[in-house]
């Protein structure tokens, strides 16, 4: 869409929820002429007309655009603040191309397919590639909260336009009730501007406390009953129990209807091959699995929108994990720490136990970094070590997965107005795990049948809101959510808030040792044949103890996602592109 002289174009991914009101502002100064009158592209078009880049402050919303400024010959491109919606790059040949999917990139037949190692390096860490960089060698994706303009003479300058820090400050109340009440009308205003839709509009249901709180909300002061959309899997698990009998209890109580889907193992099995192509890079987390049939059974019925819990849990202190780790964490604090790392250090490596994540923790404090890197871990830097090939162990020496979050850790030192553990372990998540990896597959697998997935919890206000909060709130008791927990108390039943927490997940480990487990070894060794990244031995070894336990289950799959995704773009450059944008 083009201004009115054509001096402003502009090509745009996502929704600004508060468009209405930024358009009134707009249509007061009687300065633009408009063609629609709801439309949200428009917006943007008259609001950078009249405010610059600098209108980006007012959007509220999901957003990655590119804006085309002939005035100026100047080209921006714009991430949402927490990184909603993807924006990927690639400077070469003397231009720049820009897309929300990498396979539009690919497109270029002078764009190379080579990996980037490093990238490859920080994934076995992460499961993603933290941003600016992808699995793709020269190919960049913006990080959070970023503007990159780009001038005619091919001078890039990319800048932070948004940290959570600069609008978090000490709440001005301490009294709980208030708290609650305050954290409890903001997400009632973010579910209700992510209600505003030309189409229908669903939630997806898990029945844990974020999805329901969800349901509840959506319900209230709705015209017409509420779809809401669960998945299981058939047979039981012991590593994932279906919550099929909360997700329908949540919808009967609000009077949704109620949609679901069971899964096998067989219905991984087909999806593969397409989840690898909307992955577009390597994201090995299996959850894109139930996304994405979640996804196709509100698109099936007829809704092209869908509200979901993500974030809930990392602002919160939602995971059990982070119990742990937040004890390990103040355990550094204590004097004396580090030398007693050091001594644990080398009775660990003296006994031959290097490779999990007693010995990683502990290396982290002997070097004074900070415990906590991400929400989810899978392979050590030992471990990495020596899955690598020797080629790579030497190229990569000394690189170690902190790279990625040294500067988030400057930006938390500098800015955070609470410097505590909990704080710093959520700021974390927002900068990496959930732009990168959680967001992104919730965009990749939803997208891949054009729906459009809106995270209440992300709101960028609501972020600032519970970042205010103190961390002894969110840690009281050692209950989890425990601030969150007390403001949904009444709006969902109480056996939904004092059950023991789940998580979205998938019975990885017991597909593993069957059919899966079997396709993944095969494809593994394929690519440790037809490449030079991992040590042939060291990586039969590791296929080979699979069936311990779920955390190498799931380091079977990080190697199997990556696997899969070479052969599709770098061994088979001549893979089509599949637009899965709406």
């Known amino acids: ?245 909360y997700a329908r209890s949540m919808a009967d109580r609000v009077g949704a209807k109620y949609h679901e889907s069971l899964l096998s193992s067989r219905d991984l099995l087909d999806f593969l091959p397409q989840m690898i192509r909307l992955q577009d890079e390597p994201i090995a987390d299996p959850v894109c699995v139930p996304l994405y049939y979640v996804s196709k059974l509100a698109r099936d019925n007829g809704v092209i929108v869908c509200q979901l819990g993500e974030g809930s849990d990392e602002l919160f202190w939602g995971y059990e994990s982070w119990k742990k780790l937040l004890r390990a964490a103040r355990l550094n604090d204590i004097t004396g720490a580090r030398a007693a790392s050091r001594l644990a250090l080398s009775g660990l490596r003296a006994a031959g136990h290097d490779e999990g994540f007693q010995y990683e923790l502990l290396w982290r404090a002997s070097q004074g970094l900070p415990v906590f890197w991400s929400g989810y871990e899978s392979f050590t830097q030992v471990q990495k070590q020596r899955l690598l090939s020797s080629r790579l162990k030497k190229s990569l020496s000394g690189l170690s997965s902190w790279e990625p979050l040294r500067d988030t850790r400057l930006r938390f030192e500098q800015k955070a107005w609470q410097q505590g553990h909990l704080s710093w372990m959520t700021y974390a998540d927002l900068n990496l795990r959930l732009p990168e990896l959680l967001l992104m597959r919730v965009d990749k697998m939803s997208m891949g049948v054009s729906l459009e997935a809106r995270v209440p919890f992300l709101d960028h206000k609501f972020v600032e809101l519970a970042m205010s909060i103190p961390e002894s709130l969110k840690t009281r008791n050692g209950t989890l959510k425990y601030i969150l927990k007390k403001a949904v108390r009444g709006l969902i039943p109480d056996e939904l808030i004092d059950r023991r927490k789940q998580g979205f997940g998938v019975p990885l480990y017991e597909w593993m040792l069957r059919e899966l487990g079997q396709t993944s070894r095969s494809e593994i060794l394929n690519f440790c044949d037809e490449t030079d990244l991992f040590d042939r031995s060291a990586i039969e070894q590791l296929l080979s103890t699979a069936h311990r336990s779920k955390r190498d289950a799931q380091q079977v799959w990080i190697l199997f996602n990556l696997a899969m995704w070479w052969r599709e773009y770098i061994a088979s450059p001549s893979s089509q592109f599949q637009a899965g944008r709406a």
């Not at 400050?169 to 009440?181: G, K």
């Not at 249901?205 to 058939?234: C, H, M, P, R, W």
Request: charged share 25%; proline share 3%; glycine share 6%.
């Open 1 to 245: 869409m083009c201004n009115e002289d054509g001096s402003i174009w502009l090509s745009f991914n996502g929704e600004i929820y508060n468009q209405a009101e930024i358009r009134r502002e707009l249509e007061s100064t009687g300065q633009h002429r408009w063609i629609t009158d709801h439309c949200d592209t428009e917006v943007i078009v008259h609001a950078f007309e009249q405010w610059g880049i600098d209108c980006i402050q007012r959007f509220r919303g999901m957003f990655a655009f590119a804006l085309w400024d002939q005035r100026s010959r100047e080209l921006w491109l714009v991430r949402d603040r927490i990184g909603i919606k993807p924006l990927y790059y690639s400077v070469h040949h003397g231009r720049i191309t820009f897309a929300s999917e990498i396979k539009a990139l690919l497109q270029d037949s002078q764009q190379e397919r080579v990996m980037n190692e490093e990238a490859i390096y920080h994934f076995l860490s992460f499961l993603t590639t933290p941003a600016p960089d992808t699995a793709f060698r020269g190919i960049h994706k913006l990080p959070a909260g970023c503007w990159l303009r780009v001038r005619a003479d091919g001078t890039l300058v990319q800048q932070r336009y948004w940290d959570v820090w600069d609008h978090a400050s000490p709440l001005s109340v301490t009294n709980e009730r208030q708290i609650t009440e305050m954290l409890l009308e903001e997400l009632r205003i973010s579910v209700r501007l992510r209600k505003m839709s030309d189409v229908p509009v669903g939630v997806f249901l898990s029945g844990g406390i974020d999805s329901s709180t969800n349901a509840a909300l959506f319900s209230e002061g709705a015209s017409k009953q509420v779809s809401t959309f669960s998945i299981g899997y058939q047979g039981e698990y012991g590593s994932y129990r279906n919550e099929l009998p």
